[in-house]
């Protein structure tokens, strides 16, 4: 998806791009399309197999997330009362007589509507915001590279809500992208300098010295494969590095690896 824009249906006259169809579908699955466009698609999904394809695809991408929330149990009561306020029982009656195909509409909804997910997530102070300042800043390296299983890490302020940084990797890549999404002051005679940590590892691992608000290729082809749950963090250190091989400073940004694909 190309920058903070609001994806939105291609023109009738043309035939979508690849490109158009992806950023549609995810712009529906992370929904942020307007009500006339989620329609749109809604209708278009039955016979469009290019399209249902792009949306299962950003589900499937998107649903390890759901992973990192702790089970919730909502009262019996809570979940239609959301459904009412939100007018999807109507609207699914709507869509039942236009003849959507079954299960169209839930396999469409299943990864958005799932209450434990945000539940979860809004508890730790991530919830929308993290998702999509990843997925909208990481542009096209979500959607998915061949070679094998992709990574999304995001980063926040250890105690805080607001992602810092986002991480993108994969097996096979041979390298990770470090990507700022604001500004991290840094005083002087000081650096940011990155680590990682799988859970079986002895200790951390230098990734090198961070710019801030800089893009950063590192290089991580000496490392062992990339694990789901695999921590990542910024630390400030002296303005040369660390003196020994574990962090010395305080934490500035921390998180865990996520497996997308």
Not at 106 to 129: E, I, V, Y
């Amino acid at each position: 998806m190309h920058g903070m824009t609001t994806p939105s249906t291609p023109n009738s006259a043309e035939p979508p791009s690849r490109e158009d169809t992806d950023d549609l579908a995810g712009g529906y699955v992370l929904g942020t399309l307007p009500i006339a466009g989620r329609r749109d698609v809604e209708a278009r999904m039955p016979h469009d197999a290019a399209l249902r394809a792009a949306v299962d695809a950003w589900e499937t991408r998107l649903h390890p997330l759901v992973t990192l929330a702790p089970a919730v149990e909502p009262s019996a009561a809570l979940w239609p009362r959301v459904e009412h306020s939100l007018g999807w029982r109507q609207a699914e009656a709507v869509h039942g007589s236009r003849g959507l195909a079954p299960g169209a509409a839930t396999a469409a909804r299943s990864w958005w509507n799932d209450l434990r997910l945000w539940r979860g997530l809004a508890g730790t102070g991530f919830a929308a915001a993290a998702i999509l300042a990843a997925v909208l800043v990481a542009g096209p390296g979500l959607r998915g590279a061949a070679g094998g299983p992709q990574y999304m890490v995001v980063l926040v302020a250890p105690g805080g809500t607001a992602p810092g940084w986002v991480v993108q990797a994969s097996d096979s890549g041979g390298q990770l992208q470090l990507k700022p999404l604001g500004d991290t002051p840094v005083p002087p005679g000081k650096s940011l300098q990155f680590w990682t940590k799988a859970d079986q590892w002895a200790g951390p691992k230098s990734l090198g010295l961070v710019q801030p608000g800089e893009t950063a290729q590192v290089a991580i082809d000496r490392l062992p494969p990339l694990e789901p749950n695999q921590l990542f963090e910024l630390t400030l250190e002296p303005e040369a590095g660390s003196p020994i091989d574990r962090p010395t400073g305080p934490i500035v940004f921390i998180g865990r690896a996520v497996k997308m694909l």
